[in-house]
């Protein structure tokens, strides 16, 4: 009597006839250190950075209703005429001009109310206690949204006086010259 062996099964038989496991799907990628998180700017105050020398600069929160979020989402906002104060330990954001939102009907928000400005109490120590130095001002420079949450760049800055002005204007105007003469002459060595 002879018995009929099979030969031991291969991995390729063994794959083929095992049913394969659920496998997880796959993986993003973990972000990297270097990577910058996503940063959309609703506001910027160009004007601000002319009136001003900024000495230092903060990202700070801002505390807001639903409807001033999603009226900086659309885009409508103004930080022209905007400063912050600080007043009983805690900083606020003056004059910052965010239109109501059409669609919010009776939850809607008062367009220049003030706002709170959301610091550690180290920060405001620190930072916004520079600002009670002899000409030196709490300006708001940008309005961001970082990662879905409202970020508002807050600069210490010290006023210009005219001449200093002029002095900055003509600084950058010989700037833009010699960058534009740089490229032109890198564009023609070719």
């Excluded at 905007?82 to 001009?97: H, N, S, T």
């Excluded at 919010?104 to 959301?118: C, F, S, T």
């Excluded at 709490?138 to 949204?145: E, G, N």
Aim: with cysteine; hydrophobic share 35%; proline share 7%.
């Amino acid at each position: 009597m002879y018995r009929a062996v099979s030969p031991p099964p291969t991995r390729r038989s063994r794959a083929l006839s095992s049913p394969k496991p659920n496998r997880p799907a796959a993986r993003k990628p973990a972000p990297r250190a270097d990577d910058k998180p996503a940063e959309r700017v609703v506001a910027e105050n160009r004007k601000a950075r002319h009136e001003y020398e900024i000495v230092d600069t903060l990202e700070c929160g801002i505390a807001l209703v639903g409807s001033e979020v999603k009226s900086l989402r659309v885009g409508r906002m103004s930080l022209d005429e905007a400063y912050g104060r600080v007043d009983g330990g805690e900083v606020w954001l003056i004059g910052c001009d965010i239109p109501e939102y059409e669609k919010a009907n009776q939850l809607n928000h008062q367009p220049k109310r003030p706002r709170k400005l959301l610091l550690h109490r180290r920060e405001i120590g620190r930072f916004a206690g520079q600002a009670f130095e002899k000409g030196l001002t709490l300006v708001p420079l940008k309005m961001y949204f970082k990662n879905g949450r409202v970020k508002v760049l807050v600069g210490i800055g010290r006023g210009r006086k005219v001449h200093d002005k002029r002095q900055k204007l003509k600084a950058d105007t010989a700037r833009r010259d010699i960058e534009a003469a740089l490229r032109g002459r890198n564009r023609g060595g070719r």
